[in-house]
């Protein structure tokens, strides 16, 4: 199965059956292939919770899914659509996606004639916010590979070194991914490029998410723990350092998965390049100080306790630290715009700044 071509989804209306919603549980990859039903509005909701998606615009994506879910399950399927909003802004507190989502699918129904067929309604947007968030991931793309082909340029075609982060993905958007599509845009005017993927525990999505996508689509690229970064900075072996983002400020300030500041302050030590890809929808109008106003999620224990794999081609959890041990589990940090050398959107590249997003963003500047 490739994983990122023309008629990839990461989430889909299952094809007969209006009434279920399909996803890849991506808690299995890259051992298991699996494609999980979600038949209301609460599988969505653990889908989010639990990590079957994961990556801020799948997220979003998700929730408008499960709203539409949510619009069929009852006679009054407003008060239905309405009590899943609020269950599902709970789910995960930092991507900002999944407010919006959620915040313009309510918009819809508040707009919504009386008598109007709720269900159809949201079904439309869900699919329009999929379609439009894979036109997004392009345009970043297509902005995002000039900084590819700068460097390639620049050495003569040599590898362009690339370090990511987490998994920014197709996997984490509905299609190319926000970091990985100037990678593949790259690949496909033939610019050599090799990434080294970070493995990102605790959840490992470099090592079981990012690596399997990147050899799904024969892209070059060498695992490496997630301490290696700043060794491979202080020797050359990075070009520049592109990560998605969850949560944006609109003074550029970027939350993203737990060690992305680590790899920022290498980055800046070594003069390497620090870009983050990001779409629109994870911009974070409301807040300026990311270090203050962005809520950081703590989740589980178990999952730096335990970890999984296969073993004799049967998946197993395993316990790494001893019981009792206490754990702390911060899924995220905020890097400082200062550390951010641009941010690639689908309307260009900008300074991490205020007046770099409001450049590319005019009409939000009365937000």
Not at 286 to 300: A, C, F, K, V, Y
Request: charged letters at 20%.
């Amino acid at each position: 199965m490739a994983s990122r071509g023309e008629d990839f989804r990461t989430i889909w209306l299952k094809p007969d059956d209006p009434t279920t919603v399909q996803i890849i549980d991506q808690r299995l990859l890259p051992h298991e292939y699996h494609v999980h039903d979600l038949r209301s509005w609460q599988d969505g909701l653990v889908a989010i919770r639990d990590m079957y998606v994961r990556g801020a615009p799948l997220i979003g994506a998700t929730a408008a899914w499960s709203l539409y879910l949510a619009a069929l399950s009852g006679a009054n399927s407003e008060v239905a659509v309405r009590e899943a909003a609020e269950a599902l802004l709970k789910s995960r507190p930092t991507a900002v996606n999944l407010r919006w989502a959620v915040d313009r699918i309510l918009a819809l129904v508040d707009r919504a004639a009386p008598g109007t067929a709720l269900a159809e309604l949201i079904l439309a947007d869900a699919q329009a916010i999929c379609d439009e968030d894979i036109e997004i991931s392009r345009s970043i793309g297509t902005h995002g590979v000039a900084l590819l082909e700068a460097i390639s340029r620049k050495k003569s075609g040599a590898t362009v070194n690339i370090l990511t982060h987490c998994n920014a993905g197709s996997l984490a958007t509905i299609n190319w991914g926000t970091a990985t599509a100037p990678i593949y845009f790259a690949q496909q005017r033939g610019i050599d490029v090799h990434v080294w993927v970070d493995e990102t525990r605790p959840r490992n999505q470099g090592s079981q998410l990012t690596a399997w996508e990147l050899a799904a689509n024969d892209v070059p690229h060498t695992l490496i723990v997630d301490n290696a970064g700043g060794h491979l900075m202080q020797h050359g072996q990075v070009d520049i350092v592109i990560t998605g983002t969850d949560r944006t400020t609109r003074c550029g300030d970027v939350a993203n998965k737990i060690g992305t500041y680590l790899k920022a302050l290498a980055a800046h030590d070594n003069d390497v390049p620090f870009y983050v890809a990001l779409p629109s929808t994870t911009i974070d109008w409301n807040s300026r100080d990311g270090l203050t106003e962005i809520p950081i999620e703590q989740r589980d224990a178990a999952e730096v306790s335990v970890a999984y794999g296969v073993i004799d081609g049967k998946p197993v959890h395993v316990r790494t630290t001893a019981a009792g041990t206490p754990i702390s589990n911060f899924a995220f940090d905020v890097t400082p715009a200062r550390l951010v050398t641009g941010l690639i959107t689908e309307r260009g590249i900008c300074e991490a700044s205020e007046v770099g997003l409001l450049g590319l963003f005019p009409e939000m500047a009365a937000s």
